[in-house]
């Protein structure tokens, strides 16, 4: 799934992008809360969150097309999240690193 979005960036014009939802999701400070405690937001919290049509990396306000997910792009968007992290585990433990899992809601 895709969206579509704008970076009001100070004093110039919006730049507009066209990005993967988990790529979106991974800029958002609402979003990287979640995964820095190894959660994947509920279905009913992330609906809030693309309803509302704004949000923010922390630095760089953005805009969207408010929006909801299905039960079914919810899923696999969670499927997706979840091989991220199982690839990133395998890469870790070759580098000898130790990595959690991301929960479910």
């Known amino acids: ?3 579509k979005y704008k970076r009001m960036v100070f004093l110039r014009e919006p730049e507009e992008y066209d990005v993967e ?3 979106f999701l ?3 400070d ?3 809360a979640y995964e820095a405690g190894k959660r ?3 279905l009913i919290s992330l609906n809030k969150f693309l309803s509302l049509g704004r949000g923010n990396d ?3 306000p953005s805009r969207w097309e408010p929006f909801q ?3 079914i792009e919810y899923q696999e968007l969670y499927r997706e999240f979840n091989e991220r992290d199982r690839l990133e585990r395998e890469k870790d433990k070759g580098l000898g690193r130790n990595s959690g899992d991301i ?3």
């Open 1 to 3: 799934m895709r969206i």
């Open 21 to 23: 939802l988990s790529a």
């Open 26 to 28: 991974l800029q958002e």
């Open 30 to 32: 609402w979003f990287l």
């Open 40 to 42: 994947f937001p509920n």
């Open 58 to 60: 922390g630095l760089i």
């Open 69 to 71: 997910l299905t039960e």
């Open 103 to 105: 929960s479910s809601p």
